[in-house]
């Protein structure tokens, strides 16, 4: 039976070593034989904002969709945005239930999970979670350097040249393996990044054709 998956994505308050989490996307696939049971959960939490980064609020919108945030900026938020808020407390219950047992599977799932250890200690409660957790990016780079034989060099499947070498970007990695990254109201948001991370987790166990090396020296996009 394989184990059970949880992908995951937060939005922070900065990526200081005393961050906090204010959104929390997971969906969690769990496997029964050949059946497989998906679900998903997505919340924001209470946030102080005493120690917040100003600039760590703005990347991931907290003005514009947490509703105190945007309560605070003077934005219309109904009050039944609120009911969607939990309590730090309630919340970590609900982060330990969902990824209790679960591998974690993320973009640099490390950064969350650091965050979501650290609140949940404080609240009683204790990561959950398999201590073996896995990174899309990572993933995506062998991935493409086994599909390529061992090619610095070469063409994704989306068309466009890529350096299979560092530094590079996690959207450019997500297209050279033919998922497009979210854009527009998706980007920066918890559960559109843990469906991106889900799309591009499925997407690398699907696809067994291989990459072809540039040869002709074309600009990387």
Known sequence: MSAPLVFLD????????????????????????????????????????RDS????????????????????S??????SDFVNVLPRHEAAK?????TFDAHIVGAVPSFDTETLA???RAEG?????????????????????????????VVGYDGRTITLAPPWKSDDLSRACGVTPPDGDDRHTALGDARWVMAWYDAMQIRPDALREDTDGGEQE
């Not at 003077?74 to 009050?79: E, N, Y």
């Not at 959950?128 to 993933?139: F, G, P, Q, R």
Request: aromatic residues 10%; charged residues 25%; glycine residues 12%.
């Open 125 to 153: 409660y204790m990561p959950s979670w398999h201590h073996h957790l896995i990174d899309v990016e990572t993933m995506a780079l062998g991935w493409l350097l086994g599909r390529s034989n061992g090619k610095q060099r």
């Open 74 to 79: 003077g934005k219309h938020a109904a009050p």
């Open 53 to 72: 980064d100003p600039f760590g609020l703005r990347v991931g919108g907290f003005w514009d969709r947490h509703p105190a945030g945007r309560k605070i």
């Open 118 to 120: 650290k609140m949940l």
């Open 10 to 49: 937060t939005e922070t308050d900065g990526i200081h070593p005393g961050r906090r989490v204010w959104e929390v996307a997971m969906i969690r696939r769990d496997y029964d034989g050949d059946s497989v049971k998906q679900m998903e959960t997505h919340f924001f939490v209470g946030l102080d904002l």
């Open 94 to 98: 609900e982060i330990m239930r969902w």
